[in-house]
T-cell receptor, first 113, second 113 residues
Framework: NAGVTQTPKFQVLKTGQSMTLQCAQD?????MSWYRQDPGMGLRLIHYSVGAGITDQGEVPNGYNVSRSTTEDFPLRLLSAAPSQTSVYFC????????????FGEGSWLTVV | SQKIEQNSEALNIQEGKTATLTCNYTNYSPAYLQWYRQDPGRGPVFLLL?????KEKRKERLKVTFDTTLKQSLFHITASQPADSATYLC????????????FGGGTRLMVKP
């Protein structure tokens, strides 16, 4: 059972480039989310989805887009990367019921130069 | 402003002692609180969930308390071991809808042999 899988693990982008961070889960979880983690800032919610076709903004959504065409996949798109988006990104999933355990991926380290 | 505060300074303790970590929050009335462990370069891993009507929760050497009057949770590791060295994060569902799990900045625990 793979759990939550993120790719790529590491990425360097130039300012203005676009890219997509991939996230897939094989647990049939309804809820998926993306967080970024910066030193001293903790994990901050970017976007989340409560099911296929439904997405919503979290605490820090600017500069990021998401879509949820299937239950399994929840990609995060950076349309025009900025140095402020240098961070570690974590994808997470959870069964739909509130209060259940959240399962995190291993993270994607992104550097924007 | 709404905040979740954890001691940002590392906690250094001797092997065998009890480690106590604190999570304080303001302006929330969460239905539950979660604790996660994060090792360097890895994603957070769920440890314990405690609900608002529970004063204490135990799992092996771990114990969590939840005081909704003080707006505080304490996380204890008894008989600590060097393998317990990690960063520990607390998290609240700030709107109790299951969509907005908000994390504290984490406290790094170092257990010395």
């Amino acid at each position: 059972n793979a759990g939550v899988t993120q790719t790529p693990k590491f990425q360097v982008l130039k300012t203005g480039q676009s890219m997509t961070l991939q996230c897939a889960q094989d647990m049939n979880h309804e809820y998926m989310s993306w967080y970024r983690q910066d030193p001293g800032m903790g994990l901050r919610l970017i976007h989340y989805s409560v099911g296929a076709g439904i997405t919503d903004q979290g605490e820090v959504p600017n500069g990021y887009n998401v879509s949820r065409s299937t239950t399994e996949d929840f990609p995060l798109r950076l349309l025009s990367a900025a140095p402020s988006q240098t961070s570690v990104y974590f994808c997470a999933s959870r069964p739909g019921i509130s209060g259940n355990t959240i399962y995190f991926g291993e993270g994607s380290w992104l550097t924007v130069v | 402003s709404q905040k979740i505060e954890q001691n940002s300074e590392a906690l250094n303790i001797q092997e065998g002692k009890t480690a106590t970590l604190t999570c304080n929050y303001t302006n929330y009335s969460p239905a539950y609180l979660q604790w996660y462990r994060q090792d360097p370069g890895r994603g957070p891993v769920f440890l314990l969930l405690i609900r608002e009507n529970e004063k204490e929760k135990r799992k092996e050497r771990l114990k969590v308390t939840f005081d909704t009057t003080l707006k505080q949770s304490l996380f204890h590791i008894t008989a600590s071991q060097p393998a317990d060295s990690a960063t520990y994060l607390c998290a609240l569902d700030i709107n109790n809808a299951g969509n907005m799990l908000t994390f504290g900045g984490g406290t790094r625990l170092m257990v010395k042999p």
